[in-house]
């Protein structure tokens, strides 16, 4: 199903390499209404091994979903700091809203963390100020940087942030920033593996990555539906990813 959607899953990925979405909403994201079995449905088959489900200003959905997918789960979040959006990646405790960017550099470090710059410099979108990566890239706050994203359509952003990295060293990543189940794997990373446990060992392994992927950014076909509340939201007995 996705590989029809994304025909670069079609290829095979090398023995000891690994595919991995680093940009990914749930149902527990405010924007977004993907819920679990959606996931598992479109995941099931597919040639994706991690997603980062890195939800807006929370990590329940991927403490939730981490273990339950047919595939690993990096647990993270995009966290809305005072100068715009940042990714912890690796995360054990939620960042708290709103914080200062060097603040949230600092929790997601203390956590074994990865900071992420999601779609740096997409004027579309509430992308951390430019003069905020470049400081915080200066003094070595960053870690890696989104090059595609595959919401952005505008091909100059995805260059200038490629730009970023190379000049400061930075890891490249890739992400679909799906918000609706077919986006997975629009842009993702194809990298050597990893243990799930350490971001810094997925940071290591990251810098050896190839960043894959197309621009997609399709709207979810309309029709009435339900999407369970996160609330109270739980697995039915018996029910699994497999
Ligand atoms: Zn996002």
Same mark, same amino acid.
């Given at each position: 199903?996705?590989?029809?959607?994304?025909?670069?899953?079609?290829?095979?990925?090398?023995?000891?390499?690994?595919?991995?979405?680093?940009?990914?909403?749930? @149902?527990? &994201?405010?924007?977004?209404?993907?819920?679990? #079995? *959606?996931?598992?449905?479109?995941?099931?088959?597919? +040639? =994706?091994? %991690?997603?980062?489900?890195?939800?807006?200003?929370?990590?329940?959905?991927?403490?939730?979903?981490?273990?339950?997918?047919?595939?690993?789960?990096?647990?993270?979040?995009?966290?809305?700091?005072?100068?715009?959006?940042?990714?912890?990646?690796?995360?054990?405790?939620?960042?708290?809203?709103?914080?200062?960017?060097?603040?949230?550099?600092?929790?997601?470090?203390?956590?074994?963390?990865?900071?992420?710059?999601?779609?740096?410099?997409?004027? @579309?979108? &509430?992308?951390?100020?430019?003069?905020?990566? #470049? *400081?915080?890239?200066?003094?070595?706050?960053?870690? +890696? =940087?989104? %090059?595609?994203?595959?919401?952005?359509?505008?091909?100059?952003?995805?260059?200038?942030?490629?730009?970023?990295?190379?000049?400061?060293?930075?890891?490249?990543?890739?992400?679909?920033?799906?918000?609706?189940?077919?986006?997975?794997?629009?842009?993702?990373?194809?990298?050597?593996?990893?243990?799930?446990?350490?971001?810094?060992?997925?940071?290591?392994?990251?810098?050896?990555?190839?960043?894959?992927?197309?621009?997609?950014?399709?709207?979810?076909?309309?029709?009435?539906?339900?999407?369970?509340?996160?609330?109270?939201?739980?697995?039915?007995?018996?029910?699994? +990813?497999?």
């Amino acid at each position: 199903m996705l590989e029809q959607e994304h025909p670069h899953l079609a290829r095979p990925v090398p023995q000891g390499r690994v595919r991995v979405d680093m940009h990914t909403h749930t @149902m527990w &994201s405010g924007d977004c209404t993907t819920t679990p #079995e *959606e996931i598992v449905e479109v995941l099931s088959g597919a +040639a =994706i091994d %991690v997603v980062c489900i890195t939800d807006h200003n929370t990590i329940s959905g991927a403490l939730a979903l981490r273990d339950r997918l047919p595939c690993r789960v990096v647990v993270g979040q995009e966290v809305k700091t005072s100068h715009g959006e940042m990714i912890g990646l690796f995360l054990t405790e939620r960042l708290p809203h709103g914080i200062k960017p060097a603040e949230a550099v600092e929790r997601i470090r203390d956590q074994g963390g990865v900071v992420y710059i999601p779609h740096p410099y997409d004027p @579309m979108r &509430s992308c951390l100020r430019a003069e905020v990566i #470049e *400081e915080l890239a200066q003094s070595g706050g960053i870690d +890696a =940087i989104e %090059v595609i994203n595959a919401k952005t359509s505008l091909a100059h952003l995805q260059a200038r942030a490629a730009e970023t990295a190379s000049r400061f060293c930075l890891a490249a990543g890739a992400g679909s920033d799906a918000h609706v189940p077919l986006a997975y794997g629009a842009a993702c990373v194809e990298m050597d593996d990893f243990d799930d446990g350490d971001g810094g060992g997925f940071l290591a392994a990251l810098r050896s990555g190839e960043p894959v992927g197309h621009h997609w950014d399709r709207a979810r076909p309309w029709k009435a539906r339900i999407v369970p509340s996160t609330a109270d939201f739980q697995w039915s007995p018996g029910e699994s +990813a497999g």
